[in-house]
């Protein structure tokens, strides 16, 4: 970090080789009073990536990621980070990663920069980390006056503070305003630039699409789908056509439509047509020509995409309409 006044830019750790499982879980289980929370769930970070570990309330991420910060211990299962094997390891501390909790906590008589000190930071690096999070015009305040925001850019300087390759932040830009949020993101892309791998739990889909290399998605104790973002966009994120008609679609001609090859799905809602197809341009040469031939009369056609949040909801859906 001492290049840090000579280039404007905050080198907080070496860039690494990929491919290496910082993070590896086979068949974990854990229940609290009787309560299955993991059911045998299996996931794997490879060092220098963005993990996106999503799920509804109650599915189990939480509970995920305070085993995985050594806060907890499961009943089953291999669970390496650092590779250290989770119940081999005597304090939190041993595993060398920094941990960032939904909400952060710091005593609010203390100022930004005696919280990171407190911590055992170098002195240089505690101001050099509240420069790259921001929050160097605020370092003298009291941290019982920060707002939301202000604490999360605290929480996340001080799980840096010890320099970790390792990084498990719980909701992140959870209650954060848009430019809050984008400001989270764009510090977690830093990190991964610099050769950090980040774990971050999450309910803003939209956040996960826009950094993450790896998704993976836990319901009910058990997960469901384990992807890199580039694999789950070629396979899942099919076109969608959104097709406004001047009255309600004939049932015949709806029909005909969903029976084409390259419609996947369509939906009916009033005048309006939602067609899931395979490929947009066969997709809407078919439904436009169907249409045309039929008479039907167009008001508008706009295509879009599914996002992660279908993608989500579908794969939710399914697992628990699945028998058990």
Not at 26 to 31: A, D, F, I, P, T
Not at 77 to 96: A, E, F, K, Q, S
Not at 191 to 208: A, C, E, P, W
Not at 223 to 247: H, R, W
Request: charged share 20%; net charge neutral; glycine share 8%.
């Amino acid at each position: 970090m001492s290049d840090l006044k000579q280039t404007g830019k905050t080198n907080l750790g070496d860039p690494v080789e990929s491919g290496v499982n910082m993070i590896h879980i086979e068949q974990l289980y854990k229940s609290y009073r009787g309560f299955p929370a993991l059911r045998g769930i299996s996931l794997q970070v490879k060092k220098g990536e963005i993990y996106g570990f999503i799920g509804q309330n109650g599915a189990g991420k939480t509970t995920t990621m305070n085993i995985l910060a050594g806060l907890s211990r499961p009943d089953a299962g291999l669970c390496l980070v650092n590779g250290r094997d989770i119940r081999r390891i005597r304090h939190p501390g041993d595993l060398h990663l920094g941990y960032l909790p939904e909400e952060p906590h710091f005593y609010p008589w203390l100022s930004a920069r005696e919280t990171l000190e407190n911590l055992i930071g170098p002195i240089q690096r505690v101001d050099e980390l509240l420069h790259w999070v921001g929050l160097s015009p605020a370092a003298s305040r009291r941290v019982g006056g920060f707002s939301r925001g202000m604490r999360q850019r605290l929480g996340l300087a001080a799980a840096l503070v010890h320099n970790p390759e390792l990084l498990i932040l719980d909701e992140p830009s959870s209650a954060l305003d848009p430019e809050g949020r984008s400001d989270v993101l764009r510090l977690i892309r830093e990190l991964r630039q610099m050769g950090k791998t980040i774990l971050f739990s999450t309910h803003i889909l939209s956040d996960v699409e826009r950094v993450c290399d790896t998704v993976g998605i836990i319901a009910s104790g058990e997960m469901i789908l384990q992807q890199p973002m580039a694999t789950i966009s070629q396979k899942y994120i099919k076109p969608v056509f959104d097709i406004e008609l001047i009255a309600p679609c004939p049932p015949d001609v709806c029909r005909q439509l969903q029976a084409g090859v390259p419609v996947l799905a369509l939906e009916q809602h009033h005048n309006r047509l939602t067609a899931t197809v395979n490929d947009a341009q066969d997709g809407s040469i078919w439904l436009m020509s169907q249409l045309a031939e039929a008479r039907v009369a167009i008001l508008s056609i706009t295509r879009r995409g599914h996002n992660l949040e279908d993608i989500f909801i579908e794969e939710v859906n399914g697992h628990e309409k699945s028998p058990a």
